[in-house]
């Protein structure tokens, strides 16, 4: 039903700013929880903000708690992520996803992009 594609990753320092955006296609985006995972290599993929279909209500994990902002804009078919304040251990391939809820466990979620790459220098 939904394709997602990121775009936005780069290469930042320490304390810098990079804004993610997540395009997906189909005439449903509206109906699903949107949300931004990462995976640094050899770790677990971490829910990093998740956000309701309307937009309403919002998740962050603690560690991106005051830096990292999930907004979305249903007329355009796109999410996003506001990255601020970037560090070092910020540094994953961030992965956009679809699902019917807003769980914090990825099996949850029924469509991703391929992921963008970010990476914070010092």
């Known amino acids: 039903q939904v394709q997602l594609a990121e775009s936005g990753g780069g290469l930042v320092q320490t304390g810098g700013s990079l804004r993610l955006s997540c395009a997906a296609s189909?005439?449903?985006?509206?109906?699903?929880?949107m949300a931004w995972f990462r995976q640094a290599p050899g770790k677990e993929r971490d829910r990093v903000a998740a956000i309701s279909r309307n937009g309403d209500v919002t998740y962050y994990a603690d560690s991106v708690k005051g830096r990292f902002t999930i907004s979305r804009d249903n007329a355009k078919n796109t999410a996003y992520l506001q990255m601020n304040s970037l560090k070092p251990e910020d540094t994953a391939v961030y992965y956009c996803?679809?699902?019917?809820?807003?769980?914090?466990?990825?099996?949850?979620?029924?469509?991703w992009g391929q992921g963008t790459q970010v990476t914070v220098s010092s």
């Open positions: 189909g005439r449903t985006f509206s109906r699903y929880c």
């Open positions: 996803a679809a699902g019917d809820q807003c769980p914090i466990r990825p099996a949850a979620y029924d469509y």
